[in-house]
Nanobody, 127 residues
Framework: EVQLQASGGGLVQPGGSLRLSCAVS????????IGWFRQASGKEPWGISC????????FYDGSVKGRFTISRDNTMNTIYLQMNNLKPADTARYFC????????????????????RGQGTQVTVSS
């Protein structure tokens, strides 16, 4: 059974940084895409950054490009999201999601495709 376990959320002031982690287990190969999604109160989930776990190709939503960095540790089977220069608009529940197989042309970060999901971690950006 594939499991995703996210951690690292919290309360941070505007301009601050946080690093989220997502521990991955249960995949029989590294041929999958995985990434971070966020869901603000009353809104649909939104893909913000995804990565091909095998070759490292990435996707970033325009709202976080230049501020957030996704990475993976194949040895530890973990992905990370380094979030810098956080803004109040980044406040949301963040969760990691994965596909069953990697997309041929790179990760799309389209939420319906990422059906394997872990529990979320709350990120609150406030002064």
């Amino acid at each position: 059974e594939v499991q995703l376990q996210a951690s690292g959320g919290g309360l941070v002031q505007p301009g601050g940084s946080l690093r989220l982690s997502c521990a991955v287990s249960g995949f029989t190969s590294k041929d999958f895409d995985i990434g971070w999604f966020r869901q603000a109160s009353g809104k649909e989930p939104w893909g913000i950054s995804c990565i091909n776990f095998s070759d490292g190709r990435t996707f970033y939503d325009g709202s976080v490009k230049g501020r957030f960095t996704i990475s993976r540790d194949n040895t530890m089977n973990t992905i990370y999201l380094q979030m810098n220069n956080l803004k109040p608009a980044d406040t949301a529940r963040y969760f990691c999601g994965a596909t069953k197989r990697a997309a041929e042309y790179g990760p799309s970060c389209y939420p319906p495709v990422y059906g394997i999901r872990g529990q979320g971690t709350q990120v609150t950006v406030s002064s």
